[in-house]
């Protein structure tokens, strides 16, 4: 069974940043598109980025240019760094492993996300 571990969340101030980790196991890293997804209270889980295993990313307009996403396929980790956070960025942000071509989709348990002042 793939597992998802996500790290990193917590509570920071407007404009702060935070940078969000998630370890994969038991999965062909390489295989996989991961991506970063976040909800918030009474919201509909959104896709905030994701990598592909060459290294192409995708970013939803709202946190083009603040959110980063990585990844190390050596560690089997992907990482989100986060600059500028805004209150709307406050939600539950989870880790998403895609597989490219098989219909296999996993999800880490979530991590707390608040900005707040």
């Known amino acids: 069974q793939v597992q998802l571990v996500e790290s990193g969340g917590g509570l920071v101030q407007p404009g702060g940043s935070l940078r969000l980790s998630c370890a994969a196991s038991r999965v062909a890293f390489t295989l996989y598109t991961m991506g970063w997804y976040r909800q918030a209270p009474g919201k509909q889980r959104e896709m905030v980025a994701r990598i592909f295993s060459y290294g192409t990313t995708n970013y939803a307009a709202s946190v083009k240019g603040r959110f980063t996403i990585s990844r190390d396929n050596a560690k089997n980790t992907v990482a989100l760094q986060m600059n500028g956070l805004k209150p709307e960025d406050t939600a539950v942000y989870y880790c998403?492993?895609?597989?490219?071509?098989?219909?296999?989709?996993?999800w880490g348990q979530g991590t707390q996300v608040t900005v707040s002042s």
């Open positions: 998403n492993a895609q597989h490219q071509v098989m219909d296999y989709n996993y």
